[in-house]
């Protein structure tokens, strides 16, 4: 990545740890109103444990809702963050689940070493430049087979965010997508599409969610 490819990645992490304490107030509870989303994550259960179970990771799993709301469904899932903020206040509201600091850009997990990956809402700030970059991460992580669940906010624009969660002040792309597109990476990547689904709910005013497995 080039000298200014960096800055946004920067510019995010700033974002998220200052306003990582009213994010968990804002969104402990988003989950509860979105059956349609609980039905995917149950899916996504579903489909690890016929796998025969492993590690799960939440990447870009900010405060730590998802991760906790997997290992409700029996999954050993774990979060990693970009936000050393974030990642603090996940690691108090869920105590003794791992959390650990890192990114979907330069992911340091073995090759192989989970069967199930989410992206919650997360890569809505990585640029389309990088993306292919990401989702290649995402399979050498992966188990074959292994699922992959993504959602994402649909649109074709990007934003620039600047304040956000009680006012805090953020800078933030966000980068709305279509299913076409999002899936065209996919299986340039290596991913077969299970299901897809464009709905609104309190996760998002017109969300897409996106399940995938791994191809051999």
């Known amino acids: 990545m080039g000298p200014n490819a960096d800055d946004w990645l920067a510019d995010t992490r700033t974002s998220y740890d200052t306003v990582a304490a009213s994010y968990a107030e804002l969104t402990r509870h988003i989950l509860d109103e979105a059956p349609e989303e609980r039905a995917a994550l149950a899916l996504f259960a579903d489909l690890v444990c016929a796998q025969g179970g492993g590690l ?13 709301h997997l290992r409700t469904l029996d999954l050993d899932a774990f979060g990693i963050d970009l936000s050393p903020g974030m990642i603090d ?10 959390f650990d600091l890192g990114s979907m850009t330069d992911l340091t997990l073995a090759d192989t070493s989970v ?9 809505i700030h990585i640029p ?7 989702l290649a991460h995402f399979r050498r992580v992966l188990r074959p087979g292994g699922p992959l669940l993504l959602s994402f906010h649909v ?3 990007s934003q620039l965010k600047t304040e956000g969660y009680g006012g805090h002040p953020m800078k933030v792309y966000v980068h709305r997508r ?3 597109q999002t899936i065209e990476w996919l299986n340039e990547a290596g991913f077969a ?9 309190a996760e998002s005013k017109l969300g897409g969610i996106i399940l995938a497995r791994r191809q051999p």
């Open 56 to 68: 799960v990771a939440d990447v870009g799993c900010g405060t730590g809702r998802i991760t906790g």
């Open 89 to 98: 206040v996940a690691r108090r509201e869920h105590p003794g689940v791992r």
């Open 115 to 123: 069967t199930g990956l989410v992206a919650w809402y997360s890569l």
């Open 128 to 134: 389309d430049n990088e993306i292919s970059s990401v």
């Open 155 to 157: 649109g074709d624009e």
């Open 178 to 180: 279509q299913h076409e």
């Open 193 to 201: 599409l299970e299901t897809h689904k464009t709905l609104t709910s």
